[in-house]
């Protein structure tokens, strides 16, 4: 190599202090979501929605092909931000006010928008600070099925770039974006009858009891696999796939190993809950406040449940009904000595992960026979 | 977390004291094959059959599109049957009577349904039995190509769910289900003789031998990845996926380690069979019987090869014949001190997976020039 | 098994001695890109140009879908060449005058032939030797689109097979093949504009220095998964994905472990240096020379930087310019004691691959405002 090479470092993503209030970031790259994509990761995550595995079922309901679970519109929206906000983050702190609109078939391209709300620097530690961020996915854009896909905020926690840089907080108000989960109308209920099946016979409306704990039989132990899972989203952040860069500093990053993709277990207890809460809804309305609690790493196995906070009737439609409730994410640490009574003994349990999650419930009235 | 929540224990799955005679359970969900599930298990299983790989090869013999390979085939439709009937499974047995039916393209949707044909309860472990059922397969039902792609009965080692339940066994026969390998037309010979080299030279009818076995060349380590190809395929079963669940009560489980899905190795043996017997047939016509014969763990390596048994002409087709052969699956162990023809020194042999395999072959003499 | 089975040694893949001055292998298989393995192998290489993301910015720029990015290209077409030219190899050593030509979107046919053009023994080690060989690939055979994607000459050390095989060396001239890289026609700059964005802000045609190095940012720990993603390219190279055979003679596989399928590290190369300098291309126009220096094992970390070697104005498209660059990829393996510039404390830097790379990046005098 030529020894007088003028060697220039390329940096990817923005530091704390590249952003300002109400700068606007358009994302680059955007998403065709492909088969593969909904095959790979959507199946992954224990996705048991019938809407995204046979497409009968989903055009039974008037949707025009499989449909992607809202774990992997989320993921989808959510990685075309890394670049831009939190390639060089230490943990994303919190999702707030997460709203689907329209369905998302394979073949739609989703591209986003980020608006730069807030910024404040810690008082504890010098070399981060926290971003607000308001972030908007809409699909074919320029074609005449354009249309919001999903919109949040999101707080993250973002290394400086430069150890001196001067860090002025700010917050300004999000914008309003008109956004609303698609539902197909109501057809005929023999139809429904007819494939009743396929959905599984939990999950609907009238199935829940508010003040309830419903304990999903199912775990998954996540591996390296992460890793692959978490670039086919185009998500690059450092933290989830260089092992070089954790060793040189195990310090400075959460456990000093490779941190597992926030995104993986988020898509995995909504998959986890789907035979119990999901499989016969018709989507995932909003997700107040979701964070999560605690690392997860290669090796470790997934559990989740959620509690049933109230129900209530949908305002214009009798065959459906709205379900609050609240997903747990948890795992299992070895605790020598430890006897808890919600682990088995010799581990305690680690919550990981918790959403506020209101979906769209059939009514066995109007889907059952 | 509300202190007052009741707690309600999802289950999934059935035990074996919820088999009763001549059920029939409509499996949920039902599974759309994408080219992404097309890709990453077709290939994964090494399938070299231009047929799964090469459109053109493929319409060129009057399919319509990339045929799947029977391998995926039988594993989509089994692993439908999974979350009914052997969620809580210790082992899968044997696979019995397997027949092949329509073609399955990218595309179409496969839902199965199954009827309970007996259970027999363990004589030396009283947590266990052994249920008998009866799977069939159909593609896009409702449409104008519905048909049946596959039949097939198995046994399969259940667990009792609560340890006091009474089981009675029970046995009844078999439905008569219609089901064969459906065959494109013979059409000009110039036409196969111009893609023929996409085939390869081997596995004709006329090359093979009874009497001989063909000892394939190839062998494929199975990694952690098998916990993500047996999810894609909807499998849930904890035995696969769920390592803490395992270093709850290693006794229970065989081995102590996750088990890696029997369909893999199945899938796998299939495909490192091709170059030699497969990739120049039209099909896999009936699989008489399969059983896994010896666990397999991530980190070992499989290897594969085929008695030739016996081959006929085809009844009715002069371009075609039938081969009968027993294909057999086997790892090598470390076994110190030991010298085994049939391994290298220091190793033993250990058979994995047989399966007696009907293939209709295509003959030279119409085929090649 | 019956013991009188006459057992016959199946062999796949052709040996040192089995290849001939002139010799035309027309490959086995073929294969349709999917859009499963798109999104697979596409983005675990971290692909990031969005006319291989992104299908509405593909079709402004006047594709007709989304576009293979020239890594996958390469793979696709390499690796229908390894079961006749590299089964049996034990090392790639050199690509040479690698061409790109037609576009390759997903659902496009890709086959491959090869001519044989030149073996020499190996003087030091006599179980091996050098084969030369020249591949075209095509795709959509027999139809109106018709066309050369991809034509390179590659050179790979290869093992005998039988240990007395008497080698006759030789070396015959490459064909000149017709393979020109496909531009798109300049449309109107408003509409590059409008989605400028998508492409990010750095890589054009502009924007490159002569003498400078750049160092990407982004580093990619490859790990086990590496066996899968050469699976599903078709190649089943028994060095990439049985551990077993290599347990038995560490010796004669580099370092003893399984080796990394070179094309991955290739891939992920090119991707980590997109948003410096690809994702503001029309594409990769030609590989002088490439090759790789130093084997790549599980668990260790690809990094890549890209030297400027000169650039020139295109001779007929004023919107557009050739950069001609040479590509390196390292990793850092610990190095006790050790105290070098180029890489942290502790470690040294071993270059892993280079490629002579020349490129058609865009002016932002034409597609920027």
Redo the contacts between chains.
């Keep these: 190599?030529?020894e007088?090479?003028?060697?220039?470092?390329?940096?990817?993503g923005n530091f704390l202090e590249d952003f300002g209030p109400g700068q606007i970031l358009?994302?680059?790259?955007?998403?065709?979501v492909?088969?593969?994509?909904?095959?790979?990761f959507g199946?992954?995550s224990?996705a048991?929605h019938?809407f995204s595995?046979?497409?009968?079922?989903a055009k039974a309901y008037g949707y025009r092909d499989?449909v992607c679970p809202p774990g992997l519109v989320m993921l989808v929206a959510f990685s075309q931000t890394v670049g831009d906000i939190s390639e060089n983050a230490r943990a994303n702190l919190e999702y707030i006010n997460m709203r689907f609109g329209a369905p998302v078939y394979?073949?739609d391209?989703i591209?986003v928008e980020t608006k730069i709300l807030g910024v404040r620097p810690s008082s504890s530690r010098p070399d981060l600070g926290i971003v607000h961020v308001q972030s908007t996915a809409r699909k074919?854009?320029?074609?005449s099925d354009e249309a919001i896909v999903l919109t949040f905020e999101r707080k993250v926690q973002v290394f400086k770039g430069a150890a001196d840089a001067k860090i002025e907080g700010f917050e300004i108000e999000p914008d309003a974006i008109d956004c609303e989960l698609w539902l197909p109308k109501y057809g005929a209920k023999s139809d429904y009858v007819e494939i009743q099946?396929?959905?599984?016979d939990?999950g609907f409306f009238e199935d829940f009891?508010p003040?309830?704990?419903?304990?999903?039989?199912?775990?998954?132990?996540v591996?390296?696999?992460h890793?692959?899972l978490t670039?086919?989203?185009?998500n690059?952040s450092?933290v989830h796939?260089?092992?070089?860069?954790i060793d040189?500093d195990p310090e400075r990053y959460l456990g000093g190993q490779?941190v597992v993709f926030g995104g993986i277990p988020f898509a995995l207890c909504l998959g986890i809950s789907g035979?119990?809460i999901g499989?016969n809804t018709l989507g995932d309305v909003l997700y107040k406040t979701g964070r999560h609690t605690a690392p997860l790493a290669a090796?470790e196995?997934v559990?989740a449940s959620t509690?049933i906070l109230a129900k209530r009737d949908h305002p214009e439609r009798p065959d459906l009904g709205i379900v609050e409730s609240r997903l747990?994410g948890h795992?299992?640490d070895r605790a020598e000595g430890a006897d808890h009574d919600d682990a088995?003994p010799g581990y305690k349990r680690t919550k990981i992960f918790e959403l506020d999650r209101d979906v769209i419930a059939k009514r066995r009235s109007h889907y059952t026979g």
């Design positions: 190599m030529n007088n090479l003028r060697i220039v470092h390329k940096k990817t358009r994302h680059r790259g955007g998403k065709t492909t088969d593969g994509l909904l095959t790979t199946d992954f224990f048991t019938p595995k046979n497409r009968r079922y499989l394979p073949g391209t591209e074919n854009i320029g074609s099946h396929l959905g599984g939990d009891e003040g309830t704990l419903l304990a999903h039989s199912r775990g998954r132990t591996t390296s696999e890793i692959h670039g086919i989203l185009d690059t450092q796939c260089n092992q070089h860069m040189l490779l035979p119990d499989d090796g196995t559990y509690e747990y795992k299992f088995p």
